[in-house]
């Protein structure tokens, strides 16, 4: 019986140390602004947002201008209005789009993590040197350094976001308080599995628990590299240019999870081999003490040096005459 409840609680440890690292993944890795930043620059995002900005942008002005009759221009003049539309989009540069990501990125975690009461977000178009003509029409027209949801949605869309974004607040907060439950469960667990070991070296199989543990948390980064792989062969066969994007942001940031995991996974099989070398040491060298305790003690050797000495016996001869 006591074996089948060991068992038991080794598969309830396995269980436990999966929430235990999921929620630490939310908890330390995803409510960090520098998760994404730093994937978004492994990644050149920049660069790539960029060409499809210019893309967006370039549409937009062909938009306008062919509702202006752009198509009865004559050849030259649909020529020179593409050079145009050329250079106004080249002046949209990376170091534009960098400050426009990494500065609503932490505006959107400060909300998040209830740092500050509103989602305020930032669109400097109005120093992007861009002309009169694209400022003047929306969306552009309705951004600022400063831009609320009302400003860029309808209000029962906004109002119906922030409700959306209060939830996920709340659920965030929740994770900040519950992280270290499974945790706790998981050392308490492994302090179970201990007391139901046998004497004298119930300690082994507990190690054993931890290196199975650290092995199983591999197993997830595999998974997880397995499961990154797969999501970009689907978003490059869509051929979307953000959905490209995408799949190259979210190889860095599935990495930045495995290594996070892969560093508790080898700590976990560290500890575990320590104790069993420790255990396998101790135990020698009471092995060796328990033999030299049974051991005999034998007698000292004799010497010639430690007898005693004896005077040689004196002739019969020599007694007569000394008599």
């Known amino acids: 019986m006591r074996k089948f409840f060991r068992y038991l609680v080794a598969v309830l440890f396995q269980f436990s140390f999966a929430a235990f690292l999921l929620l630490a993944t939310v908890r330390f890795l995803a409510l960090d602004p520098n998760f ?37 221009l004559p050849i030259e003049q649909q020529q020179i209005l593409e050079d145009q539309i050329t250079g106004l ?9 960098q400050d ?27 120093n992007w040197g861009l002309p009169n003509l694209i400022l003047s029409q929306e969306p552009f027209s309705l951004l600022s350094e400063n831009t609320t949801l009302e400003t860029i949605m309808s209000k029962e869309v906004a109002a119906n976001a922030k409700m959306q ?40 199989p507990t ?14 980064c595999g998974t997880a590299y397995l499961g990154s ?8 066969s869509y ?53 030299k305790m049974e051991t005999p003690l034998s007698p000292p050797p004799t010497t010639a040096s430690a007898q005693p000495q004896q005077n040689p016996p004196i002739p019969v001869a020599e007694k007569v005459i000394q008599s």
């Open 36 to 72: 994404l930043i730093t994937s978004f620059r492994n990644a050149d995002v920049y660069r790539q947002s960029v060409e499809i900005f210019r893309e967006y942008l370039g549409d937009t002005v062909r938009s306008e201008l062919q509702a202006a009759g752009f198509d009865k």
């Open 89 to 97: 989009t080249s002046a949209i540069e990376e170091k534009e789009v």
């Open 100 to 126: 426009l990501a990494e500065t609503n990125i932490d505006r959107f975690y400060n909300y998040i993590n209830g740092e500050a009461g509103d989602l305020v977000l930032y669109f400097p178009v109005h």
């Open 165 to 204: 974004l209060s939830q996920a607040r709340e659920y965030i907060e929740s994770i900040r308080i519950v992280w270290f439950i499974p945790l706790v469960l998981s050392l308490l667990l492994l302090l179970i599995h201990y007391l139901l070991s046998k004497s004298p070296q119930r300690i082994k």
């Open 207 to 220: 190690a054993w628990l931890l290196i199975v543990g650290g092995i199983y948390t591999l197993l997830m």
């Open 229 to 236: 792989n797969e999501f970009v062969k689907k978003t490059v």
């Open 239 to 291: 051929g979307e240019p953000i959905l490209l994007m995408m799949g190259t942001i979210v190889p860095y940031l599935f990495l930045t999870i495995i290594y996070f995991w892969a560093k508790i996974a080898g700590g976990l099989i560290s500890i575990g081999v320590l104790i069993l070398i420790t255990q396998l040491v101790v135990t020698k060298s009471q092995e060796k003490k328990q033999k």
